[in-house]
């Protein structure tokens, strides 16, 4: 799903260009009121660990193969506003290091894969996990649905931002039939990573998903002989690790899916690679500006094996991420921080 430069011309790019630098600033301030001094570090992990899983394409159909967009799986775990902003970094990493995504194709990726997929997703999530039984395995079920139905959403945006700035004369309802199609599959996919993924940390530490704050059982207090429901602060939460073991456990987890898994990925093209390769849609595909970086293609300048080359750069990319990450929510922390006047804290 990753845009290259070429396929949309110049005033459409700028446009999304503006769009997705607008939905930025507005999640910059969204986010503020999402993390928090145990959020934040999980936020630079999520970022991370979306990097790594999209290093995994995995076939989908002949000659086909999809990869995770992880905007859904973002904004269950950290909330939809932090989750534009895992998206986002990712996005920008993978363009300006690995020559992933064109440059002047930001915009378009960032409105495509980061702000549709995180507002899709996390409002079909909304939606089943107010008519489902309040329990975790609701919140793994509604984060399958909501990952599923994300990926043909992008897909959809894509045809109608390539209907109004494609850069070649083909068919839009070939392009659509084809994108939506292959997607639905993908789909999928990103569905059952959203699910076990969810699903795993919920299993653990339930308090710090957001998708799943509210959902646990009140704690009764009897008070003057009538049960009423303690604060929040005295509900017990069911914690089976530690905040710092959740977080080295999901960065070393992944470390090996970009340092070694990623060797036995599909090699086959992804979707809109398909689609652009049938289509004819790749003719006006450019040079990537970063073509010439050290890690361009995920792979590592003059390292020939090919096995250590494409490990060390997905190493390399997690590390950058989650260093990336970590520090713009700590500072997205801190200004709430510095928010919070004294006087509202004396009241408190």
């Given at each position: 799903m990753h845009v290259p430069d070429g396929f949309i011309n110049a005033p459409i790019s700028a446009v999304t260009g503006v769009a997705a630098a607008g939905a930025i600033a507005v999640s910059l301030r969204?986010?503020?009121?999402?993390?928090d001094e145990r959020t934040a570090p999980l936020a630079g992990l999520v970022a991370a660990f979306i990097f790594a899983v999209q290093m995994l394409n995995f076939?989908?159909?002949?000659?086909?193969s999809g990869h995770l967009l992880g905007g859904a799986l973002a904004a269950i775990l950290v909330g939809?506003?932090?989750g534009v902003l895992c998206v986002s970094v990712v996005l920008l990493m993978q363009g300006i290091l690995f020559a992933d995504g064109g440059l002047t194709a930001l915009g378009v990726n960032i409105t495509?894969?980061?702000i549709v997929t995180t507002v899709v997703g996390y409002a079909v999530f909304r939606g089943l996990v107010k008519v489902l039984p309040r329990t975790r395995r609701?919140?793994?079920?509604a984060s399958f649905a909501a990952a599923l139905l994300s990926v043909p959403a992008a897909a959809v945006t894509f045809t109608f931002i390539y209907a109004i700035g494609g850069t070649t004369d083909i068919a839009i309802g070939k392009v659509a039939t084809a994108m939506i199609g292959v997607h639905v599959l993908?789909?999928?996919?990103?569905?059952?990573?959203?699910?076990?993924?969810v699903g795993a940390v919920v299993a653990v530490r339930p308090d710090l998903v957001y998708g799943a704050r509210g959902l646990q059982q009140r704690l009764k207090l009897r008070v003057n002989g009538e049960l009423v429901d303690a604060p929040?602060?005295?509900?017990?939460v069911a914690a089976r690790t530690s905040r710092r073991r959740l977080w080295i456990t999901g960065l070393v987890t992944s470390l090996v899916l970009a340092g070694f898994v990623s060797f036995y990925?599909?090699?086959?093209?992804?979707?809109?690679?398909k689609v652009a390769r049938d289509k004819g849609i790749d003719k006006t595909a450019g040079k990537h500006a970063s073509s010439d970086s050290p890690l361009a293609d995920y792979g590592v300048k003059d390292v020939e094996n090919a096995r250590l080359s494409g490990g060390l750069a997905g190493v390399i990319g997690v590390g950058v991420t989650v260093v990336a990450g970590s520090g713009v929510f700590w500072a997205v922390r801190r200004r709430r921080s510095t928010d919070v006047s004294p006087t509202a804290v004396e009241n408190v």
């Open positions: 969204g986010a503020r009121r999402e993390l076939p989908v159909a002949a000659g086909t939809p506003y932090t495509d894969m980061a609701s919140v793994t079920v993908i789909g999928i996919g990103e569905a059952a990573i959203t699910a076990l993924t929040a602060a005295a509900a017990p990925a599909s090699a086959n093209p992804d979707g809109l690679e």
